[in-house]
């Protein structure tokens, strides 16, 4: 019942930045934990980072190593869009970029449902954002 769509991919110039962004249906948008991931010909789907969900004022984030001090998750609640800045590009960046969203409420820390990198906690996908780094 979850619909999500990526835009914002294009062609950038290695050590150049952009923003992908997913929109959210749903009225309970808040409470999901929000993901990104990426994949390539020659790659497997790869988590790339993740963001608590939930109405507290603790927000948490997660990224895989290779993107960490370079890629910043974000989400509005209002517009039930969530973001990915991706600054400091590599040619290994290059993939299609999937938003996914987990439902469940299963994780629950205090006021927050907590991050996961686990593919397989993810409950609806996005049909995917080509990014394009070259070198």
């Known amino acids: 019942q979850v619909q999500l769509v990526e835009f914002g991919g294009g062609l950038v110039q290695a050590g150049g930045s952009l923003r992908l962004s997913c929109r959210a249906s749903g009225r309970s948008f808040s409470t999901y934990v929000m993901g990104w991931f990426r994949q390539s010909p020659v790659k497997e789907r790869e988590f790339v980072a993740t963001i608590s969900g939930g109405d507290g004022n603790v927000s948490f984030q997660d990224y895989v190593d290779s993107v960490k001090g370079r890629f910043t998750i974000s989400r509005d609640n209002a517009k039930n869009m969530v973001y990915l800045q991706m600054n400091s590009l590599k040619p290994e960046d290059t993939a299609v970029y999937y938003c996914?969203?987990?439902?469940?409420?299963?994780?629950?820390?205090?006021?927050?449902?907590?991050?996961?990198?686990?593919?397989?906690?993810?409950?609806?996908w996005g049909q995917g954002t080509q990014v394009t780094v070259s070198s």
């Open positions: 996914a969203a987990d439902l469940d409420r299963s994780r629950p820390s205090g006021s927050t449902y907590i991050t996961t990198k686990r593919e397989r906690d993810y409950d609806y």
